[in-house]
C-alpha cells in the first residue's frame, strides 16, 4: 500500500476481466490499463488500497505489441475519458482477448474445465458495422456547468466531449453539442428510423424531459417517448430511451443465436424471462405455433406495455409483468401449470444468481438458454445449474461493444 503515483517498469502479462492486463511487481499484482498481454510498459499508480494489488495505468510503452493501434479516439488514453477499455487494440484482438475473459471466468467461477471443447473452441464474433459508430443508446454525464461528458475511469469527474467516436453520430450530437444545466445526466437513443430520443435525468437518475428528434426537427414527444426498432424481420416498438440491444446489430445476433439453441418445435412452451420489450419471445412465438404458448415475464411497466404491443398480433404468447427473483419465480411456475420446454433467459449484469438458477433447473427444461452480458455473472451461474443438474452443451460469444471490454455471451444449458 502506499504506491499511489508511483512509476516503475512491468512485463505485461494475461488479459483479465474488466479490461485491464495482469503484471507483478515486488511481489504484488498489478492491474494495468491501456496495455496489452506481452508488452514492456512503464506505469502509474491510480490506486493503491488492497494488500494483495493495487491499480495502475501503462503511461509509456516500452515495447509494443504486435496488435496495438493508434487511438481513433482523441479522448481516450491514460487519465482521460474511461468509456473505452481498448480504444489502442486492434478489433480483431479485442476479440480474442473477450474470448480469453470468456474462457478464464468459465473456468475460475464456472468451474468448468479448461480443455473442455466448450470452453477451449469458444470465440468471440463480430458483429457487422466495425468498431466505430455503434452506441444507439448511451448515458451522458453533465458536470456542475451543465457540460456533458464521461467519467474518468473509477472517478466521480466528468470528462466534457464534443464527440464520442463509438456513439452513432446524430445521437452523439444530439447530447454533446449543447449544455445541459442543473441536470444530472442524459439519456440518448437513435431508433432505427433516426430518430433520437434524449431524456435529460435529475441528479437522481428520473426523467425531466423528454424530447424527440427526426433529420434535425423537433416532433412533439409523447409523455416517454416512443422509439421503433427493427430485428428478425420485423418492427418492435420500445421506449424511447428504454431498454434495447444496444449494438444496432445485436438484436438480429442474438435472435439468430437463441433460435439455433433453442429449437422450439410446434406446441412448445417457452418462458422468456426478463423479458425487456418481448424481442426473444416474440421472435420464438412463430416456431411454437397457435398451439404453443410463450411467457414474457418482466419487471418494468413501460418495457410491458412495449411487449404488449410487440406481441399483440401473436395469440401464443402473453406479458406478465413480475420479479424474477426466487418468491416470484416460484409463483410463476406454479401459475404456468405446465413446466416449460424452454426457458430464455437475459438477466441485468449481476446475473439471475443462485437461487434462480435452481428453481429453473428444478423444471427439467429440455433447453435453458442465457443471454449474458457480464461473463462473470454467466461463470457464477454456470456453476449454480451444474449443481443442480445441468451442464453447458454450447457458448457464442459476441462483440457487442467493440473499443470496451464488455461482451455478450449466449450459453446452452441442457440437462446432464
Ligand atoms: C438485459 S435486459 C433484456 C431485455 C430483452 N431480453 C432484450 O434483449 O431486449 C434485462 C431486462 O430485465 C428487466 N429486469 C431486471 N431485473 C428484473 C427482475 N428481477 N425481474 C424481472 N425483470 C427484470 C429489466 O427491466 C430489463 O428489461
Redesign the pocket.
Same mark, same amino acid.
Given at each position: 500500500m502506499g504506491w499511489t503515483g508511483d512509476e516503475f517498469e512491468v512485463t505485461v502479462g494475461p488479459v483479465a476481466h474488466g479490461g485491464h492486463c495482469v503484471a507483478r511487481h515486488e511481489g504484488r499484482v498489478v492491474f494495468v490499463r491501456h496495455t496489452l498481454p506481452g508488452e514492456r510498459v512503464r506505469v502509474r499508480v491510480t490506486e493503491d488500497r488492497h494488500p494483495g494489488f493495487c491499480r495502475a495505468d501503462a503511461v509509456e510503452v516500452l515495447e509494443a505489441a504486435p496488435a496495438r493501434v493508434e487511438r481513433p479516439c482523441p479522448y481516450s488514453g491514460p487519465g482521460r475519458c474511461g468509456g473505452c477499455d481498448w480504444q489502442h487494440v486492434d478489433p480483431a484482438e479485442q476479440h480474442r482477448l473477450k474470448a480469453a475473459v470468456v474462457r478464464e471466468q468459465l473456468v475460475r467461477l464456472g468451474r468448468l474445465d479448461a480443455g473442455d471443447p466448450v470452453v477451449s473452441g469458444l470465440a468471440v464474433e463480430a458483429l457487422p458495422g466495425g468498431a466505430l459508430r455503434w452506441r444507439s443508446r448511451a448515458r451522458f454525464a453533465v458536470d456542475g456547468a451543465g457540460v456533458p461528458g464521461l467519467r474518468r475511469h473509477r472517478s466521480h469527474d466528468v470528462v466534457a466531449l464534443d464527440d464520442c467516436p463509438i456513439t452513432v453520430e446524430p445521437a452523439a450530437r444530439a447530447v454533446l453539442t449543447r449544455r445541459w444545466p442543473g441536470a444530472g445526466a442524459v439519456d440518448v437513443s437513435i431508433d432505427s428510423t433516426g430518430a433520437v430520443t434524449t431524456a435529460r435525468l435529475d441528479h437522481r437518475g428520473r426523467p425531466q424531459l423528454v424530447e424527440v428528434q427526426h433529420a434535425g426537427e423537433e416532433l412533439p414527444a409523447e409523455p416517454t417517448g416512443r422509439a421503433e426498432r427493427r430485428a428478425g424481420g420485423r418492427d418492435w416498438e420500445v421506449e424511447g430511451t428504454g431498454?434495447?440491444?444496444v449494438h444496432p446489430a445485436a438484436a438480429d445476433a442474438?435472435v439468430s443465436a437463441i433460435s439455433g439453441f433453442a429449437a422450439v418445435a410446434e406446441g412448445e412452451t417457452v418462458l422468456d424471462l426478463?423479458?425487456?420489450?418481448g424481442?426473444?419471445g416474440g421472435a420464438l412465438a412463430p416456431a411454437v405455433g397457435e398451439s404453443g404458448r410463450v411467457v414474457c415475464? $418482466?419487471?418494468?411497466p413501460g418495457?410491458c406495455a412495449a411487449a404488449d404491443a410487440n406481441l399483440g398480433a401473436l395469440p401464443q404468447a402473453e406479458v406478465w409483468q413480475? $420479479?424474477?427473483?426466487a418468491d416470484g419465480l416460484a409463483e410463476l411456475l406454479e401459475e404456468l401449470g405446465a413446466a416449460p420446454d424452454v426457458v430464455v433467459l437475459?438477466?441485468?449484469r449481476a446475473g439471475a444468481g443462485k437461487a434462480v438458477s435452481r428453481l429453473l433447473a428444478g423444471t427439467g427444461a429440455r433447453a435453458i438458454v442465457y443471454?449474458a452480458?457480464d461473463p462473470a455473472a454467466l461463470g457464477r451461474d454456470v456453476s449454480a445449474f451444474a449443481e443442480a443438474g445441468y451442464r453447458l452443451a454450447a457458448v457464442r460469444g459476441f462483440d457487442a461493444f467493440p473499443m470496451t471490454a464488455h461482451v455478450e455471451c449466449v450459453a446452452l444449458l441442457v440437462p446432464a
Open positions: 431498454f434495447w440491444q442474438l426478463y423479458a425487456g420489450a424481442l426473444f415475464v $418482466e419487471a418494468d418495457a413480475g $420479479e424474477v427473483d437475459d438477466p441485468p443471454v452480458c
